[in-house]
């Protein structure tokens, strides 16, 4: 059964760059899509960009000029880099495993969360 | 950009069928997702691709997209199913969530 694990700081200034890496455990990065997704305190998801393990990426136009997510094979990671942070990205912050089937895809695998707070 | 529009909360008697719908423009020319989430817990996939269910989740799960609007069904509803119901589609390869529905069984 395959298992997610998000880590990374609990606190970002504003301003500065948020870094979570999510490691993979029971199956490899190297098929399948993989994908943060945010919940801040109280509110709904937002999905924030995906990669595939060929390192191809697709980010939410929203987040796109600050959304940086990159994959590393040989430690069956992936990572998250969210730059310029503001209040307004405080929030729990997801990976999950992204499966593809009859042209779409949907998130069948999460980690737990981990709660990034953006605040000096 | 493309949205999805839930009704913030549906009530339901237990043992009674509840329906969450999810709108959006030509929903139904796009596959539509449905996840569960309880109280500070993870979000857990109940349908994908319109009516599909994951391995693991009850018969009494059921989804439909036709037109604009796609439904999460759960008949014989239980207290367990108390949680917060969020629809997910794709647009141009963005990914799109509603804003979630809670479930309330009384």
Known sequence: QVQLQESGPGLVKPSETLSLTCTVSGGSISTYYWSWIRQPPGKGLEWIGNIYYSGTTNYNLSLKSRVTISRDTSKNQFSLRLSAVTAADTAVYYCARTSYGSGTYYFDHWGQGTLVTVSS | ?106
Do not use: H
């Open chain 2, 1 to 106: 950009s493309y949205e999805l529009t839930q009704p913030p909360s549906v009530s339901v008697s237990p043992g009674q069928t509840a329906s969450i719908t999810c709108s959006g423009d030509k929903l139904g020319d796009k596959y539509a997702s449905w996840y569960q989430q309880k109280p500070g817990q993870s979000p857990v996939l109940v349908i994908y691709q319109d009516s599909k269910r994951p391995s693991g989740i009850p018969e009494r799960f059921s989804g439909s997209n036709s037109g604009n609007t796609a439904t999460l069904t759960i008949s014989g509803t239980q207290a367990m199913d108390e949680a917060d119901y969020y629809c997910q589609a794709w647009d141009s390869s963005t990914g799109v969530f509603g804003g979630g529905t809670e479930l309330t069984v009384l």
